[in-house]
């Protein structure tokens, strides 16, 4: 059984930083595409960035290129967001994905972690 354990959201004001964790198990880590989603009330789930521990290849949504960096410890199992220069619209629940591909859509998922909440004050 796949399970992906996330932490590391809160409560944070404008051009703050958090840094996102999912702990991943059950699964062959260097083989698979991991990613974080984000869903704000009201509006569907979007895919926020992605990586492939395999290639090292990353994605990220164009509102985040240059301020969220993805990476993958493959010692720890673990996939990491950082995210810096936060803004209010970055407000969300994010979720930790795991996928045969590369989790952009949120269709592409197998197995989902529970969202961990990211609140950006103005």
Known sequence: EVQLQAS????????????????????????AALGWFRQAPGKRREGVSAINSRTGRTYYLDSV??????SRDN????????????????????Y????????????WVHSWGKGTQ????S
């Open 118 to 121: 990211v609140t950006v004050s």
């Open 8 to 31: 590391g959201g809160g409560l944070v004001r404008t051009g703050g930083s958090l840094r996102l964790s999912c702990a991943v198990s059950g699964l062959t880590f260097g083989e």
């Open 75 to 94: 010692t720890k199992n673990t996939v990491i967001l950082q995210m810096n220069s936060l803004k209010p619209e970055d407000t969300a629940d994010y």
């Open 65 to 70: 290129k240059g301020r969220f960096t993805i």
């Open 96 to 107: 930790c994905a795991a996928s045969t591909r590369m989790p952009t859509v949120a269709a």
